[in-house]
């Protein structure tokens, strides 16, 4: 079992920048692959971004892309999303997630295992 939970969300204008931290529990944090999530009222949960167990390989959506970088320290059981640039189009809840699965990037939400309770994300014009 791993329970995640997010923060770091909050109001920020537009051209600015947040960093979104999740904290999981858990002594085998550094064998799950790790993404974030993102849903917007009145849409799909969309993926953001992914890292695979040692933090080798990184994915991400192009709408964040060169914007949006996805890290993890296994040693403090953490990920992390820092978003630079930020666009309102970037508002939406954001969701931590992991996948039991070692070695390569999980992009598929249905392959995801754990999800955190999710951050506020909002960027104002």
């Known amino acids: 079992q791993v329970q995640l939970v997010e923060s770091g969300g909050g109001l920020v204008q537009a051209g600015g920048s947040l960093r979104l931290s999740c904290a999981a529990s858990?002594?085998?944090?550094?064998?799950?692959?790790m993404g974030w999530f993102r849903q917007a009222p009145g849409k799909e949960r969309e993926f953001v971004a992914a890292i695979n167990w040692n933090g080798e390989r990184t994915r991400y959506a192009d709408s964040v892309k060169g914007r949006f970088t996805i890290s993890r320290d296994n040693a403090k059981n953490t990920e992390y999303l820092q978003m630079n640039s930020l666009k309102p189009k970037d508002t939406a809840v954001y969701y931590c997630?992991?996948?039991?699965?070692?070695?390569?990037?999980?992009?598929?939400?249905?392959?995801?295992?754990?999800w955190g309770q999710g951050t506020q994300v909002t960027v104002s014009s």
């Open positions: 858990g002594r085998t944090f550094s064998r799950y692959a």
């Open positions: 997630a992991a996948a039991q699965i070692e070695g390569t990037v999980v992009t598929r939400r249905d392959e995801y295992n754990y």
